[in-house]
């Protein structure tokens, strides 16, 4: 089993150096759908994911069609979009035999309204109030994610560590 985060056309360089970041600390791949709005190498990405890079899978395609072409039988993908009724944590994560892949839109327009319609069932909203437009996309990578991950059991993840100078025990 293995987590996916794919940004389709992400524009701010921040958002996806922070979702890299994320990416690199919960062994998440992640996936960038061209074009970008942004180089790789751009210096507010390179900051935001810190000295991480290293540690983060990255696949890159082409199109939305290139990267559907990836998919395997028995992958699931979850559409991310405030225009869904169901919520994401009305879905079970948990099938060893599964890749999970979480789409998220451009910080503009989202995800393209044909293909949120050719997959209907597939979409799921993060809730929140009628007070703002919608959440921060690193925002809603983590909170998404992370709910895979708690009924994952935090595979490969720490759950506790002892550092050196720990602030709890000195």
């Not at 061209?34 to 890159?60: C, T």
Request: glycine share 4%; with cysteine; charged share 25%.
């Amino acid at each position: 089993m293995t987590n996916h985060v794919v940004l389709y056309e992400p524009l701010m360089p921040a958002n996806t150096g922070n979702i890299a970041r994320t990416c690199a600390g919960t062994d998440t791949v992640l996936d960038l759908i061209e074009p970008l709005g942004f180089s790789l190498d751009d210096k507010h990405m390179k900051r935001a994911g810190l000295d991480y890079w290293d540690k983060v899978k990255i696949n890159k395609h082409d199109s939305l069609e290139d990267f559907l072409a990836t998919l395997q039988a028995n992958d699931e993908m979850y559409l991310i979009s405030k225009f869904s009724s169901k919520s994401y944590t009305d879905i079970e994560y948990t099938d060893p035999t599964k890749n999970y892949y979480f789409v998220f839109g451009k910080e503009t327009t989202g995800l393209p309204k044909t293909f949120m319609r050719e997959y209907y069932e597939r979409n799921l909203r993060i809730p929140m109030s009628d007070h703002i437009r919608a959440f921060n996309l690193a925002n809603s990578v983590a909170i998404v994610l992370f709910e895979a991950l708690r009924q994952q059991g935090f595979p490969h993840l720490e759950q506790s560590h002892h550092y050196p100078k720990d602030k709890l025990k000195d």
